[in-house]
């Protein structure tokens, strides 16, 4: 194995992981809310009083977050080593994914373990260890 010294990206990483962190961490404390991008997006489908204004900023940042970058920044072209088909029932997959472990990644994986959360670290275990297991197959095994 080696690494592609080109793409690594360490700092960009530590900086982005940052933010992340605290972004989680204002969010819940300023708040009160666990910042889980499924749990977020999911209660715009049966909002509460309330809930709809701060729930659609918030959905409105994610989309401008990365026009915003593309406006600033010259991208490089994306690349995806997959058809649409694969695409979409690996989003399938991970949406159905969210819904049975109760959560996604960024509330059970950033958030829940900072709480110290039991079944947020089963969780991150779990989905964790189902990537590791799916790129193998796809890069190995079924290559």
Not at 4 to 20: E, K, Q, R, V
Not at 76 to 84: L, N, Q, S, V
Not at 103 to 119: A, D, I, N
């Amino acid at each position: 194995m080696s690494i592609d010294w080109n793409h690594f990206t360490p700092w960009a990483s530590l900086a982005g992981g940052i933010l992340l962190g605290l972004a989680s961490a204002m969010f819940i404390l300023l708040n009160g809310r666990i910042l889980g991008i499924s749990g977020i997006v999911g209660g715009l489908m049966r909002p509460k009083a309330g809930d709809l204004n701060w729930r659609l900023t918030f959905l409105a940042g994610l989309l401008a977050a990365p026009l915003l970058y593309l406006w600033l920044v010259v991208p490089t072209a994306p690349r995806i080593d997959a058809g649409w088909g694969t695409v979409i029932v690996a989003g399938l997959l991970v949406g159905a994914g969210t819904r049975y472990g109760s959560g996604c990644t960024s509330g059970h994986g950033v958030c829940g373990l900072s709480r110290l959360s039991p079944r947020s670290l089963v969780a991150t275990l779990a989905f964790m260890g189902a990537g590791f297991v799916t790129v193998y197959l796809a890069r190995h095994v079924f290559a």
